[in-house]
């Protein structure tokens, strides 16, 4: 019989100080000196690329100022609203957008416009690839455009120590280059796997090692 293990524990807030810049010290830099008033600012890269973690970094910097922000995501049923006097309006996964939630984007872009709010966005391709009607890629694309890369894969070692440093995890460099080999590198869904490993260790009272985690793949039918 298993045990089950404990909970880690929240993960912790995506933050400007706990973001790996790595290739986008620009569009960090950016988003650090942001003020109201503005051009809109559109972030786009694949997977990993760090778009949503900056883009709730500057939600909580933005809060912590006092300014009003109003986030929505495809996943966000239409129509939206956003409140009267809000300072940024932060729209995710703008690749995804259906007919109504371009509708919806596209109306809060002009209403909030008007009043002085500023657009931040993200999508997985750059403005001019968007598969949304015309005036909203041209409003998302005319302000500052910034392409995220992925990590490279030093960076992304750094990124899975210093999370296993906080959960007081001993990753070693084998079980390291098993992940990077095995697994997509993208951060996100390294982090989702050191998760997983992380929880069989706990389960199964035994340290984190190669043929730990070759043994939690086979059980999963991932062997």
């Known amino acids: 019989m298993k045990q089950i293990p404990l909970a880690i524990g929240p ?3 995506r933050t400007f100080e706990n973001f790996l810049p790595g290739a986008n010290a620009g569009a960090l830099a950016h988003l650090l000196a942001l003020a109201p008033g503005a051009p809109p600012v559109y972030l786009w890269g694949p997977p990993g690329s760090g778009k949503t973690h900056l883009l709730q970094a500057f939600v909580q910097q933005a809060q912590q100022h006092g300014e009003s922000t109003a986030w929505f995501g495809a996943g966000d049923a239409a129509p939206w609203q956003a409140p009267e006097h809000s300072d940024w309006l932060v729209f995710d996964d703008c690749q995804d957008f259906d007919a ?11 209403d909030t416009a008007g009043r002085g709010a500023v657009v931040v966005a993200a999508g997985s391709v750059p403005p001019v690839d968007l598969v949304v009607r015309e005036d909203l890629r041209t409003r998302l694309g005319w302000g500052h455009v910034f392409a995220l890369s992925p990590l490279a894969e030093p960076e992304v070692r750094s990124a899975l120590r210093r999370e296993a440093d906080r959960r007081g995890t001993f990753l070693s460099d084998e079980v390291m280059d098993y992940l990077l080999t095995r697994f997509a590198r993208d951060l996100k869904h390294l982090m989702a796997q050191l998760d997983r490993l992380d929880e069989f260790s706990l389960s199964t009272k035994r340290a984190i090692t190669v043929p730990l ?4 793949l086979a059980e999963e039918g991932e062997s």
């Open 11 to 13: 993960e912790p807030a």
């Open 100 to 110: 109504a939630r371009q509708q919806a984007a596209f109306s809060l872009f002009v």
């Open 213 to 216: 985690l070759k043994q939690m």
